[in-house]
């Protein structure tokens, strides 16, 4: 299953509506994947604290 929580204003809720419905499925033992895709202010670390174990070297590239 896929959820996406999205808004195009700023301000909404986004954030902590994906982080606590994240947080809630994981505590019925389901595997999460929580993404933030903000390109200005990805901020879902400051609610979660995540504890980092893998290391991925990532190439950008400019056209």
């Not at 195009?8 to 929580?34: E, F, M, P």
């Amino acid at each position: 299953m896929i959820i996406t929580v999205a808004s195009g204003k700023g301000g909404t809720g986004k954030t902590t509506v994906a982080v606590n419905l994240a947080y809630t499925l994981s505590q019925t033992g389901k595997r999460i994947r929580l993404l933030d895709c903000d390109v200005e202010e990805p901020n879902d670390h400051l609610f979660i604290k995540p504890d980092f174990t893998q290391k991925f070297q990532v190439t950008a590239f400019s056209m």
